[in-house]
């Protein structure tokens, strides 16, 4: 079954905009799915997973064109930046727009090879696992600023239950294939990115100390980023921890969510905040087996709020937009805010809350955004277990998370 990905729309739009097309986005995210969806036969396709293909794209680039005409679709081109001048070289000399299309499933090196090389003929969209709208079967669209437009929007019921989702993630052949064993396809998955991936990019002395890095870090979940906290958990330098969580930021694995900040509120703490972006994989990692387990652990909460901004984010990304508006607040005096989504002058405050009955003083933190110079608080929100949408008071709204 192939479900359909929102941004379909954007790589369309994309590709008569520019020459050339990049999606990046971690592996076995549907990247290549959706690209043989949308174009069938009307693109030739070829893997640099494929050694043969990529050692003459690496050894001669113009006779890997030879033998792959335009227009093609490129997967894995991280793998071989040789090819980027003769891309330059072959766009340039062309009228027609996105008659090239290439995937990555890393970015750390690849996008400043592709700023030098393709600036100016290139657009880049950031392909994400599948999002709970998705999943559902939903044609909902709306990047989430919960103004009255987006609450008031009629929404399809959702059909399985979220704590499952939660469980089982994000990745697209979970649910294509419903009888694949979910340890074993995690197990795979992380194997895959940690002897392919890391080695490529790191000088990894021993795979195991990072096998024990990426469990730490998804330990860490949902909380303030502290990278001694890490260095001295797994027995690495600062430095290293450092270089290894950029590689998960770059990989897609990861996503670092800065404070707000605001000339009137200046005892704010400067470190980001840490989450991962598929939660079957914080699970798979930290050994919660089942949804009850996982439902039932200490660190539901966390991997709630870690699955509410993963599809907060899926909402934004799906739209092409590059740069997440959204932002958390903690000061030296503990106050803190998990969320605030800014759309121009305004500041929508959230907290998330694993409650099925949320009350008011769960927004309590909310007002100390009132000193924020330039901006106004427009709405406020508790995501939550909720089943409908219920007003609190005059501008405080619970809303459930499922309708993300």
């Known amino acids: 079954m192939y479900y359909q990905r929102h941004i379909e729309k954007k790589i369309l739009e994309a590709k008569s905009m520019f020459k050339v097309l990049l999606i990046t986005g971690p592996r076995q995210v549907g990247k290549t799915t959706t690209l043989k969806h949308l174009f069938k036969d009307s693109y030739n396709y070829v893997t640099l997973d494929d050694v043969t293909e990529l050692t003459i794209a ?240 200490a660190m539901s909460g966390q991997i709630l709020e870690t699955y509410a901004v993963s599809e907060i984010v899926k909402s934004f990304k799906n739209k092409g937009i590059h740069e997440i508006p959204i932002y958390f607040y903690r000061d030296k005096d503990m106050k803190e805010i998990d969320l605030i989504v800014v759309d121009q002058d305004k500041l929508y405050p959230i907290e998330i809350k694993k409650a099925m009955n949320p009350v008011k003083s769960m927004a309590k933190n909310f007002s100390v955004l009132k000193r924020a110079i330039g901006f106004v608080v427009d709405k406020e929100i508790i995501l939550c277990l909720i089943e409908r949408n219920t007003y609190l008071s005059d501008n405080l709204l619970a809303y459930p998370i499922k309708l993300i």
Not at 114 to 136: K, W
Not at 257 to 263: A, L, T, V
Request: glycine share 4%; aromatic share 10%.
């Open 58 to 297: 690496k050894e001669d680039p113009k006779l890997f064109f030879m033998n792959h005409p335009l227009p093609l679709i490129i997967d894995e081109v991280q793998l071989a930046p040789s090819l980027f001048r003769e891309i330059k070289r072959i766009v340039d000399n062309l009228e027609v727009y996105g008659q090239i299309i290439l995937t990555g499933s890393q970015t750390f090196h690849l996008m400043a090879q592709i700023t030098e090389t393709l600036a100016g003929r290139i657009g880049i969209l950031e392909f994400q696992g599948l999002s709970l709208r998705e999943i559902n079967e939903e044609n909902f669209n709306m990047s989430f600023v919960p103004n009255d437009l987006f609450i008031k929007s009629i929404r399809k019921p959702m059909m399985e239950d979220l704590w499952t989702i939660i469980h089982k993630g994000s990745m697209p052949e979970l649910y294509n294939k419903p009888e694949i064993d979910w340890q074993l396809y995690y197990a795979s998955y992380v194997r895959t990115y940690i002897e392919r991936d890391v080695r490529s990019l790191l000088n990894v002395k021993n795979l195991d100390t990072f096998s024990r890095f990426i469990i730490s870090v998804a330990a860490r979940t949902g909380s303030i980023l502290n990278y001694t906290n890490i260095s001295n958990e797994i027995g690495v330098d600062i430095k290293t921890v450092q270089s290894w969580i950029k590689v998960l930021e770059a990989s897609g694995i990861i996503l670092l969510i800065k404070p707000f900040s605001n000339n009137a509120l200046k005892r704010t703490i400067e470190s980001p905040m840490l989450y991962f972006l598929d939660t079957g994989l914080v699970c798979y990692l930290l050994k919660w087996t089942t949804k009850e387990t996982l439902q039932n652990g």
